[in-house]
């Protein structure tokens, strides 16, 4: 079945550094989702990512689809605070199931 | 306000204890789902539904059980609960899934723990 795999499973960084998260499918996707779980609460949609090749930004997050739509990165400049938190991504294969990777934990330390 | 609402919350009990935790959500959405969630291992779907009276197997739906008789609630059974059903669960539901699909709403979680 169709597999899922995020790196790093942890990451510490000094407030201001930079954090990037990888997300790996082992199938093709039709797109791939990324949410946010804040310590202690429900994850959190952030955004979809459909096309190839196709870069989002949200402020200081960039958010990139692989060419191949098998991989994803989440790209934190500058991290606050305010980012920590488990950044999973979800790829959807084509309507047959919707599976999540194990997430990244990123801990900012001030 | 748009949201999926979970109960309990938390809920220590048994092992063989049938319980049943209820997802409802206020949003007209067609799909539900619900995950489990242990270290290590991320989100874990255990079932879904596409929309009313139609319910799919997820990754790990072994020793659980949905229905989904109206749009809106989508509760999730353990009719013998055991200790390696001890974990955190979802509920989420979006507008549709699929291809073009939705962003997932999730609930606030229920933390069981099964002695």
């Known amino acids: 079945g169709q597999q899922v795999m995020q790196i790093p499973q942890y990451q510490h960084v000094q407030e201001g550094e930079d954090f990037t998260t990888y997300c790996n499918s082992s199938?093709?996707?039709?797109?791939i989702q990324w949410y946010k779980q804040r310590p202690g609460g429900h994850p959190v949609f952030l955004i979809q990512?459909?096309?190839?090749?196709e870069v989002k930004k949200q402020k200081r997050l960039t958010f990139q689809f692989g060419e191949a739509k098998k991989n994803s990165s989440l790209h934190i400049t500058a991290t606050q605070t305010t980012d920590v938190g488990t950044y999973f991504c979800a790829g959807d294969n084509y309507g047959q199931n919707f599976v999540f990777g194990p997430g990244t934990r990123l801990s900012v330390l001030p | 306000e748009a949201q999926v609402t979970q109960n309990p919350r938390y809920l220590i009990t048994v092992t063989g204890k049938k319980l049943t935790v209820t997802c409802s959500q206020n949003?007209?959405?067609?799909?539900m789902s619900w995950y489990r969630q242990d270290p290590g291992l991320g989100l874990r779907q255990i079932y879904y539904s596409m929309n009313v009276e139609v319910t799919d197997k997820g990754d790990v739906p072994e020793g659980y059980k949905v229905s989904r008789k109206e749009k809106r609630n989508f509760p999730l059974i353990l009719e013998s609960p055991s200790p390696n059903q001890t974990s955190l669960y979802f509920c989420a539901s979006s507008l549709s899934t699929g291809y073009g699909n939705q962003p997932q709403h999730f609930g606030d979680g229920t933390r069981l723990s099964i002695l």
């Open positions: 949003m007209n959405h067609e799909y």
């Open positions: 990512l459909v096309k190839s090749g």
């Open positions: 199938t093709t996707l039709s797109n």
